[in-house]
T-cell receptor, first 118, second 116 residues
Framework: DSGVTQTPKHLITATGQRVTLRCSPR?????VYWYQQSLDQGLQFLIQ???????AKGNILERFSAQQFPDLHSELNLSSLELGDSALYFC?????????????????FGAGSRLTVL | GESVGLHLPTLSVQEGDNSIINCAYS??????FIWYKQESGKGPQFIID?????DKRQGQRVTVLLNKTVKHLSLQIAATQPGDSAVYFC???????????????FGQGTILTVHP
């Protein structure tokens, strides 16, 4: 158990629907990251939050949005779902917003949420 | 059009052998590199990291080598065990001036299979 909790573990839904993925970071971590892992694109960075504020944005579609709440948990909202959105969505957390400062700031990943869009 | 899955490089070794997994990165501005291991059904797990002011770093049974001249990173695993079987990813962090952010860019991964 990495300490990063993601729910749900599996989700099957239909095209056009909307889903919310939830992440609780490791205790003490202030920064949360969302990554998408698909067969054809690999691990792609979506977005990062630090202490409730958006810090960095990657290849996140406009149909997707995220937020980090005062208790530091985060949610990733995926709307108008398409077949191509089927993927593993990982949440990761770290103590600080910037990597490389020390070994303590590496990203710790959750087990992921597998989304299947039919 | 039809999407094609990534064709990950594969490395197959015998238990007890040493393994070397390679990774090329593209951005000379990257200043921090990490190796992650991903087992089936799990999220990536941190193995070892290295900063760009170093060319070698050792951990327990693992060594990371960084060659900035050719933008190449390698992970050496000593006395490879069946439990080391997984997909291994290198990742890089690209600093952007004084802005602090934690985006990691991951490589496509290498599948390591260790035979008993």
């Amino acid at each position: 158990d990495s300490g990063v909790t993601q729910t749900p573990k599996h989700l099957i839904t239909a095209t056009g629907q909307r889903v919310t993925l939830r992440c609780s970071p490791r205790s003490g971590d202030l920064s949360v990251y969302w990554y998408q892992q698909s067969l054809d694109q690999g691990l792609q960075f979506l977005i990062q939050y630090y202490n409730g504020e958006e810090r960095a944005k990657g290849n996140i579609l406009e149909r997707f949005s995220a937020q980090q709440f005062p208790d530091l948990h985060s949610e990733l909202n995926l709307s108008s779902l398409e077949l191509g959105d089927s993927a593993l969505y990982f949440c990761a957390s770290s103590v600080a917003p910037r990597q490389g400062l020390s070994g303590a700031n590496v990203l710790t990943f959750g087990a992921g949420s597998r989304l299947t869009v039919l | 059009g039809e999407s094609v899955g990534l064709h990950l490089p594969t490395l197959s070794v015998q238990e007890g052998d040493n393994s070397i997994i390679n990774c090329a990165y593209s951005n000379s501005a990257s200043d921090y590199f990490i190796w992650y291991k991903q087992e089936s059904g799990k999220g990536p797990q941190f193995i070892i990291d290295i900063r760009s002011n170093m060319d070698k770093r050792q951990g327990q049974r693992v060594t990371v080598l960084l060659n900035k001249t050719v933008k190449h990173l390698s992970l050496q695993i000593a006395a490879t065990q069946p439990g080391d079987s997984a997909v291994y990813f290198c990742a890089e962090n690209r600093s952007a001036g004084g802005t602090s952010y934690g985006k990691l860019t991951f490589g496509q991964g290498t599948i390591l299979t260790v035979h008993p």
